[in-house]
């Protein structure tokens, strides 16, 4: 019932930036608290940023914080991930996800997936 969709990823420089989207549709998908996951080849899928359905409260990981932020403007059901300063081993598959219930910074808290955007940082 839920869909999600991300893009907006590409290869880009060290110090370049890139804005994620993630198109969300579906049933009570505005009502939802959100996140972003990010997977390097060969590593685990590790959390980036989660925001709370309002968009009141916003977590991040520390690898991220101060550089990535996370929105959303439920009118259009969309979350965003601003990625500044984007270095190296900010390379990965970035997931776009819905949460459950649970805790923010747990993969297994989230039920809804999107199919991932590639972001590649070169030095």
């Known amino acids: 019932q839920v869909q999600l969709v991300e893009s907006g990823g590409g290869l880009v420089q060290a110090g370049d930036s890139l804005r994620l989207s993630c198109a969300a549709s579906g049933r009570a998908s505005s009502t939802y608290s959100m996140g972003w996951f990010r997977q390097a080849p060969g590593k685990e899928r590790d959390f980036v940023a989660a925001?709370?359905?309002?968009?009141?409260?916003?977590y991040y990981a520390d690898s991220v914080k101060g550089r990535f932020t996370i929105s959303r403007d439920n009118a259009k059901n969309t979350m965003y991930l601003q990625m500044n300063s984007l270095k190296p081993e900010d390379t990965a598959v970035y997931y776009c996800a819905m949460r459950s219930g649970g805790s923010y910074y747990l993969e297994a808290s989230y039920n809804y997936w999107g199919q991932g955007t590639q972001v590649t940082v070169s030095s």
């Open positions: 925001i709370s359905w309002t968009g009141r409260n916003t």
